[in-house]
């Protein structure tokens, strides 16, 4: 009986791998943050090693993202992350909600929820130091600074859908 359970199992788990969600791999940065506002060296390191797997179009897949059902999830956790901020669409939300979005960046950052324990514990790379968090919050705050001197502060306000 539990052999079969087993083989069954097996087949089933086997069965799954046929089935793989679509790879958050696009090259386009038609949109990306970089259009519209300079991002130093160092800033974009910090994105790249720590942000961009989940925010951002390019996602570096790890080994285990393709055995299934794990890439599963791992692809709604990148869809969920890209939702709430994507630096590669960046330069196509509306000046409010690019600002409100700087300003969550700094928010997360400084109280330690991104990037977020469960990459980092699995990514140890991806783990930042004090100095890269003021290096990265810093930079958030600037561009912030810059859509404030460009834009009326009515356009700031985000709006209730």
């Not at 199992?9 to 791998?17: A, D, E």
């Not at 942000?51 to 599963?72: F, L, M, R």
């Not at 630096?87 to 509306?94: D, I, L, P, T, V």
């Not at 469960?118 to 930042?128: E, G, N, P, Q």
Request: aromatic residues 10%; contains cysteine; hydrophobic residues 40%.
């Amino acid at each position: 009986m539990f052999k079969k359970i087993a083989l069954a199992l097996g087949v089933v788990f086997l069965l799954l791998q046929g089935f793989r969600p679509e790879k958050n791999t696009s090259a386009d940065r038609s949109k990306d943050i970089s259009t519209l506002y300079p991002v130093p060296e160092n800033v974009q390191a910090i994105i790249t090693k720590a942000c961009a797997d989940c925010h951002s179009n390019k996602t570096e897949w790890p080994w285990y993202g393709e055995i299934q059902p794990v890439g599963w999830w791992l692809a709604d956790h990148v869809k969920d992350g890209k939702k709430h901020f994507n630096f590669n669409e960046f330069a196509g939300y509306r000046i409010a909600k690019q600002n409100h979005k700087l300003e969550e960046c700094i928010e997360e950052v400084k109280d330690g929820a991104m990037p977020m324990a469960a990459y980092t514990s699995i990514h140890a790379a991806a783990r930042l130091t004090d100095e890269e968090k003021a290096q990265f919050t810093a930079w958030c705050q600037s561009v912030r600074d810059t859509i404030k001197a460009r834009y009326p502060a009515d356009s700031l306000v985000l709006k209730k859908k």
